[in-house]
């Protein structure tokens, strides 16, 4: 638990600092035909950086301090839930300039837009899967 | 270098530490949308509903800290109510349909070379950048 919650504060103080959490910084990183920011791709590149070494690290140790195995290595079978999931969270990711990590580390903070996109997002992510079971989408 | 390149910089390289520790230490991949779908639809179960729980906890709950001492930024979000809901339920929809965002896909994927990962970044950027062209230089609704 403690590991999880440490992974959590630092995920959620990162977000802060970097600028993730400020729709208009993300915004302009996507708005490549307008004003445009390249400050998103320093976050990027800066968080790739210990992950790469962490999962470098996943080759040499057997199995992680508390847990019993690493994650299997990534699916080579690319689906088309990926392309059609994806294009649609970019819209949604572009229209407010949020997405689900910076949304929660603004929860106590960003006022109530924040929370009613949070709410909207969390009722998306409970319909989906049942929606995708019901009528075998991407199965 | 303009300042904000640093703080990004910085940020990322502690979302990246975040990261790792999660799978160095729990052997979990930090993925925030699938950690908070499998928690609020109730998929998580036991152990792992409880591991999932505390990370949002600290992910809600440091910058609270935070902005108790510090006082609060600003994410700018748009006030307009329609686009507020519209962006939610995509980006809910779409992380459950692909399996992932910015932090599963993005930073766990590309790191460990995922074409699943590589793939989902180009599209959710694309798109990204097709709603920008099309909602505010067109139509000017953001």
Known sequence: MFASALAGALFGLGLMLSGMTDTTRVQGWLDIFGAW???????????IL?????????RTFASPILGTAFPPPPQPKLGRNVVVGSTLFGMGWGLAGLCPGPALASLSW??????????????GM?????????FALFA | ME???????????IIGTAAAVLLLINGKIM???????SVADGSAEGSDRREK?????????????????????????????????AAGLLVGIGTRIANGCTSGHGVCGISRLSIRGIVATVFYLLAGGIVMVLFRHVLGVI
């Open chain 1, 37 to 47: 920011d390249p400050t998103l791709a320093f976050v990027l590149g800066g968080a």
């Open chain 1, 50 to 58: 210990p992950m790469a070494v962490a999962w470098r690290m996943t």
């Open chain 1, 110 to 123: 960003g006022g109530w837009g924040g929370a009613l996109f949070l709410l909207a997002m969390v009722a």
């Open chain 1, 126 to 134: 409970v319909v989906t899967p049942p929606l995708r079971r019901r």
């Open chain 2, 3 to 13: 300042l904000h390149y640093l703080y990004g910089l910085l940020g990322g390289l």
């Open chain 2, 31 to 37: 993925g925030a949308s699938g950690i908070l779908g």
């Open chain 2, 53 to 85: 729980l505390a990370f949002l906890g600290g992910l809600v709950g440091a910058p609270a800290l935070v902005t108790l001492f510090f006082g609060a930024g600003s994410t700018n979000l748009t006030t307009n109510v329609v686009v507020i809901i």
